[in-house]
Nanobody, 125 residues
C-alpha cells in the first residue's frame, strides 16, 4: 500500500512556473504508476498527466501538452509535475494518485485507488 503526499502548490502569475512533488514510498520499495489530476471549483476532476513505473511512458491531457512535464525519481520515491507557462484556467486543486503494484499508467481516475490530499495551485491573470 502507498500513501501519496503532494507539495509545491501556491500562487503564481500567468506565464509563471511551479513544480509539484508527490512522495509515494512503500514498505516493500515497490514502484507504482502515478497520475496527476486536478479539480477546479464547480468542475469535475480531470486527468492531467500520468507516468509509468519506470518513467519510460508518459501521458498528458491536450490542454497541458507542451507546458507540463511529468517525471519521477524512483530512488527518492517521488513524482514531479513541472508546470510552465501557467494560465488562469490551470487554477485547481492538484492531486497525485497511485495505481496498484505492477499495473500500467492510466488516464482514468477510477483506476487509481491511492490518493493524496491535494495541493492548491492558483494562477492570477
Amino acid at each position: 500500500q502507498v500513501q501519496p503526499v503532494e507539495s509545491g502548490g501556491g500562487l503564481v502569475q500567468a506565464g509563471g512556473s511551479l513544480r509539484l512533488s508527490c512522495a509515494a514510498s512503500t514498505r516493500t520499495g515497490s514502484t507504482y504508476a502515478m497520475g496527476w489530476f486536478r479539480q477546479a471549483p464547480g468542475k469535475e476532476r480531470e486527468f492531467v498527466a500520468a507516468i509509468s513505473r519506470t518513467g519510460s511512458t508518459t501521458y498528458y491531457t491536450d490542454s497541458v501538452e507542451g507546458r507540463f512535464t511529468i517525471s519521477r525519481d524512483n530512488a527518492k520515491s517521488t513524482v514531479y509535475l513541472q508546470m510552465n507557462s501557467l494560465k488562469p484556467e490551470d487554477t485547481a486543486v492538484y492531486s497525485c494518485a497511485a495505481r496498484g503494484p505492477t499495473l500500467p499508467a492510466s488516464t482514468r481516475s477510477a483506476d487509481y485507488p491511492y490518493w493524496g490530499q491535494g495541493t492548491q495551485v492558483t494562477v492570477s491573470s
